[in-house]
């Protein structure tokens, strides 16, 4: 099979390849390994290329197949992962150049869930400083290129950057990002993917570098819902070492992922919402609308008992005090190489009393009743992703948030799927997004999977 059709394939296409020895595992992972090695000096999505380890665990792999000891569909299956996902030895960056030698004491566990399984970890993908930014940018270790335009530097999205650019490009057939304030979603968006923000508790975060532990999920990053679903399987469940995995039933999506739409009362965004949103991305947004709509789903108003802008001030103020109170050391040392987009983010928590802060989780538990309220009877909200397509770097106002669509997700604890529906100008990609109430990824899935298989958007590839 030619290397670039491989490195497109969607993964379940490459699970039965690789179970009925159609494609190998060493000719998959050589295909993005290869790929890695042409393209990425240019891109810039990985920090560190496990290459020889890679290797040699597809070697393994392809036995274990042929030998009839596979450990499970995904074995052979590359995948790429954040670098705030620790691996026992590895480097860890976080994305921050004073921590490029740091290496980690443990493996988180969801990383250690892929490798039981039998993927292959191709290495290590940029992150935003800290995994504080939604545009993308690090202005210290570096900023992915969007693939989308080879001419010009356009955001990525963050702050999984590298995974987003790593997937899009077939560098990888799908990675692992996180997501705090969109951190998934965004660069989802713009680099034209698919993306779920899981519910805190579904996916175990341990040994992933915490930013604010009240916000952060792990999330898969994939090229279509059916494999944004198996990766999210793959990473979910209890784990005793971070104790809010323990209070949840583990839950297959599989299931249920073809049941469609038909009977379901999806909601549109308020119309106050609209003016956020520039005329393509609504443009592709109410064609998804009309689409869902056509597929039997009955599309609905709300009245939301907030706006999406009132959330962004408490959802910062969490971010602010709970990430200074973990790298407050770093921050404050004036000595440090850091972001300087970055540092003053974090700082603001240094401000933020015991009482803002108490208030702020207050309220969070107040909007979370007043929201489920509202969505009485609605099995989804609808709104774009991003504001707009991918903008130019030079254009980026780093004073202001790209995530006016996505924050309140994190702030209420709910679940959210980004995917593919449209095109701006110059084939740049806009997205879909579908909120769900929390650990309900499930019907997340079952929408997308639905409007994905009655339209083509995440069939395109960036050019190149």
Same mark, same amino acid.
């Given at each position: 099979?030619?290397?670039?059709?491989?490195?497109?394939?969607?993964?379940?296409?490459?699970?039965?390849?690789?179970?009925?020895?159609?494609?190998?595992?060493?000719?998959?992972?050589?295909?993005?390994?290869?790929?890695?090695?042409?393209?990425?000096?240019?891109?810039?999505?990985?920090?560190?290329?496990?290459?020889?380890?890679?290797?040699?665990?597809?070697?393994? $792999?392809? /036995? !274990?197949?042929?030998?009839?000891? *596979? @450990? =499970?569909?995904?074995? &052979?299956?590359? #995948?790429? +992962?954040?670098?705030?996902?620790?691996?026992?030895?590895?480097?860890?960056?976080?994305?921050?150049?004073?921590?490029?030698?740091?290496?980690?004491?443990?493996?988180?566990?969801?990383?250690?869930?892929?490798?039981?399984?039998?993927?292959?970890?191709?290495?290590?993908?940029?992150?935003?400083?800290?995994?504080?930014?939604?545009?993308?940018?690090?202005?210290?270790?570096?900023?992915?290129?969007?693939?989308?335009?080879?001419?010009?530097?356009?955001?990525?999205?963050?702050?999984?950057?590298?995974?987003?650019? $790593?997937? /899009? !490009?077939?560098?990888?057939?799908? *990675? @692992? =990002?996180?997501?705090? &304030?969109?951190? #998934?979603? +965004?660069?989802?968006?713009?680099?034209?993917?698919?993306?779920?923000?899981?519910?805190?508790?579904?996916?175990?975060?341990?040994?992933?570098?915490?930013?604010?532990?009240?916000?952060?999920?792990?999330?898969?990053?994939?090229?279509?819902?059916?494999?944004?679903?198996?990766?999210?399987?793959?990473?979910?469940?209890?784990?005793?070492?971070?104790?809010?995995?323990?209070?949840?039933?583990?839950?297959?999506?599989?299931?249920?992922?073809?049941?469609?739409?038909?009977?379901?009362?999806?909601?549109?965004?308020?119309?106050?919402?609209?003016?956020?949103?520039?005329?393509? @991305?609504?443009?592709?947004?109410?064609?998804?609308?009309?689409?869902?709509?056509?597929?039997?789903?009955?599309?609905?108003?709300?009245?939301?008992?907030?706006?999406?802008a009132d959330v962004a001030a408490a959802n910062l103020l969490i971010m602010a005090a709970e990430s200074?109170?973990?790298?407050?050391?770093?921050?404050?040392?004036?000595?440090?190489?850091?972001?300087?987009?970055?540092?003053?983010?974090?700082?603001?928590?240094?401000?933020?009393?015991?009482?803002?802060?108490?208030?702020?989780?207050?309220?969070?538990?107040?909007?979370?009743?007043?929201?489920?309220?509202?969505?009485?009877?609605?099995?989804?909200?609808?709104?774009?992703?991003?504001?707009?397509?991918?903008?130019?770097?030079?254009?980026?106002?780093?004073?202001?948030?790209?995530?006016?669509?996505?924050?309140?997700?994190?702030?209420?604890?709910?679940?959210?799927?980004?995917?593919?529906?449209?095109?701006?100008?110059?084939?740049?990609?806009?997205?879909?997004?579908?909120?769900?109430?929390?650990?309900?990824?499930?019907?997340?899935?079952?929408?997308?999977?639905?409007?994905?298989?009655?339209?083509?958007?995440?069939?395109?590839?960036?050019?190149?």
């Open positions: 099979m030619p290397a670039t059709e491989l490195a497109f394939l969607p993964v379940h296409q490459l699970s039965a390849d690789l179970a009925t020895r159609r494609v190998s595992p060493v000719e998959a992972t050589e295909a993005f390994l290869d790929r890695i090695a042409a393209q990425d000096g240019k891109l810039g999505a990985f920090v560190d290329v496990y290459g020889d380890e890679a290797r040699l665990a597809a070697q393994a $792999a392809e /036995a !274990a197949i042929r030998s009839g000891h *596979a @450990v =499970g569909p995904l074995h &052979g299956v590359p #995948v790429a +992962l954040k670098d705030l996902i620790e691996l026992e030895g590895r480097v860890v960056t976080g994305g921050c150049r004073a921590w490029r030698e740091r290496r980690a004491t443990r493996t988180a566990t969801l990383a250690r869930r892929l490798i039981a399984q039998g993927m292959i970890v191709l290495g290590k993908t940029h992150t935003v400083e800290f995994a504080m930014g939604g545009w993308g940018t690090n202005s210290v270790l570096g900023t992915p290129w969007n693939p989308w335009d080879p001419d010009r530097r356009r955001t990525p999205g963050g702050s999984s950057s590298g995974s987003g650019v $790593a997937v /899009a !490009a077939g560098l990888a057939p799908w *990675a @692992v =990002g996180s997501d705090t &304030g969109g951190s #998934v979603r +965004l660069p989802a968006s713009w680099c034209g993917i698919t993306g779920l923000k899981t519910t805190i508790g579904r996916i175990s975060t341990h040994g992933v570098l915490p930013l604010s532990p009240t916000l952060d999920t792990p999330g898969p990053m994939a090229r279509c819902v059916e494999d944004a679903a198996l990766l999210y399987l793959a990473m979910q469940g209890p784990d005793p070492l971070d104790p809010r995995t323990l209070r949840l039933p583990f839950t297959d999506p599989m299931p249920t992922l073809r049941l469609g739409v038909r009977g379901l009362r999806l909601a549109r965004m308020p119309e106050g919402e609209r003016e956020y949103a520039s005329k393509e @991305v609504l443009a592709a947004y109410d064609r998804s609308l009309a689409e869902l709509e056509a597929l039997g789903a009955e599309v609905v108003a709300v009245k939301l008992p907030f706006n999406f200074y109170t973990i790298l407050h050391e770093l921050i404050d040392d004036e000595r440090a190489p850091l972001d300087p987009h970055v540092r003053p983010r974090i700082a603001a928590g240094r401000a933020v009393t015991a009482r803002a802060y108490i208030e702020a989780l207050q309220q969070r538990e107040a909007m979370k009743l007043a929201f489920g309220s509202a969505m009485e009877g609605i099995d989804a909200l609808l709104t774009p992703t991003t504001m707009t397509t991918a903008l130019p770097l030079e254009d980026v106002d780093q004073g202001k948030a790209p995530a006016h669509f996505t924050r309140f997700g994190n702030f209420l604890d709910l679940c959210a799927l980004a995917l593919p529906n449209g095109q701006g100008e110059g084939g740049l990609p806009t997205s879909l997004q579908i909120v769900c109430r929390g650990y309900d990824e499930a019907m997340a899935l079952r929408i997308g999977w639905a409007y994905e298989n009655a339209t083509e958007w995440h069939r395109r590839r960036p050019p190149g």
